[in-house]
């Protein structure tokens, strides 16, 4: 697999590198910022990118923000976002959009050299990977009083396959239905949960968790 990783702390870039490299991986580009990250993937036609929620120059979102633009530019590209602590804003605006091909670890958990190798090729194959502590985190902040079980078994099918990380079109052509009739139960599975809009908070992602903590 071609890997790109962005991190500016030289320690973990090259201890990336080389632990990806002895697991037959090619770091095909290993920089310490975000910047001209998009045209290093192209350029290099990356398989995957592996980067930090802050990075240079101001250490708070630049990470995060060339992930979805990564993302938004190649939306079947996977890519692994670390993270020193639990970012719940981060993390739930990253996981808002399609889950597949989408990781976020927490950056103690590298040195587990077997669970980040899995992790990596987990997240190549388009599944997600998030941290237990981030689910928990999240969970923590967005629990409400209505439980999923008010959900109708059409609405919690369509949830399930939320949580597979498919859109409404995928879910209206899995279920064969019309997607105007996916959006419906969407919008009736946010009211159900009570999982109002709100700038910090992205209710697909909310939802998918509440499903994921009642199985």
Known sequence: MRIVIAEDS??????????LTDHGHEVVGAID???GLAQLVEREDADLVVLDVRMPPTHTDEGIRAALELRAQWPDLPIIVLSQYVEENYASELLA???????????DRVTDVGQFVETVGRVAQGGTAIDSEVVSQLLARTRRQRPIAELTPREREVLGLMAEGRSNTAIAEKLVITQRAVEKHVKNIFQKLRLTPADTDHRR????????DAR
Do not use: F
């Not at 030289?10 to 632990?19: A, E, H, P, Y």
């Not at 959009?97 to 950056?107: A, E, F, P, R």
């Open 10 to 19: 030289t320690l973990l870039r090259d201890g990336l590198t080389r632990m």
């Open 97 to 107: 959009g399609d889950l597949g091909g989408i990781g976020y670890v927490l950056k």
């Open 33 to 35: 910022d975000a910047v």
């Open 205 to 212: 992602v909310l939802a998918v968790l509440r499903y994921l």
